[in-house]
């Protein structure tokens, strides 16, 4: 016949009163999050409301409850952020180069004009035109580059968030081009971005 071990009964009871209360807490938050994520969505277009429906808005707030995704988000947008600011530093340093290569064309052509016999002056001039005209070319088609490789490199890190907060398992989140559901994903980020800071001054009055 097994032996009851002493006090086993006790420390299962008080470790399922644990779970309970655990549980509990948790159901808590989750209605609350709920609640604020509700709240929230009062501010958005009419549309976006329509496309945010409850049980959206509660698995969101599920996978809210261990605050693991806000950290992500946190994450993912700092990123976001310095990537935006290096490729506005890269388009700033061509457009400054540029201007330079501008500035330093004019005043060669300038002293060649002051060096110029005036008969031979027209044909110069003609020639100072093309070599102008080719690097204005050239300068377009290296801007264009340039904004190519931004609006690229941007893709790629919705690309990444998209996959990010899909394996996070944050509803609403799928890799998709499509601009309605990048629209809504768009909200939810910012959702997601206000009840992080609403949850931190909540915490700073508590503490």
């Not at 290096?86 to 002293?111: A, D, I, P, V």
């Not at 800071?197 to 915490?203: C, G, I, L, N, T």
């Amino acid at each position: 016949m097994a032996m009851v071990r002493p006090g086993g009964f006790e420390a299962a009871q008080q470790q399922q009163q644990q779970q309970q209360e655990m549980l509990s807490r948790q159901q808590e938050r989750h209605y609350r999050l709920l609640a604020e994520l509700q709240a929230l969505v009062k501010a958005l277009p009419s549309a976006c409301q329509q496309r945010l429906s409850y049980t959206t808005l509660s698995e969101l707030a599920l996978a809210l409850l261990d605050g693991t995704v806000f950290e992500i988000v946190q994450g993912l947008l700092e990123i976001q952020h310095l990537t935006e600011k290096n490729l506005y530093s890269q388009r700033r340093q061509l457009h400054s180069e540029h201007r330079g290569l501008k500035q330093e064309l004019f005043h060669r052509h300038k002293e060649a004009q002051q060096c110029c016999r005036p008969h031979n002056l027209p044909l110069l001039r003609a020639a100072q035109q093309r070599e102008m005209e080719a690097m204005e070319q050239q300068i377009r088609e290296e801007q264009r580059m340039m904004d190519e490789k931004i609006v690229l490199e941007l893709d790629q890190k919705v690309i990444d968030q998209q996959s990010t907060l899909e394996k996070a398992g944050v509803s609403g989140f799928y890799i998709t081009t499509n601009p309605q559901e990048l629209t809504l994903q768009m909200n939810l980020l910012e959702l997601i971005r206000k009840l992080q800071q609403k949850e931190a001054e909540a915490e700073k009055t508590f503490s």
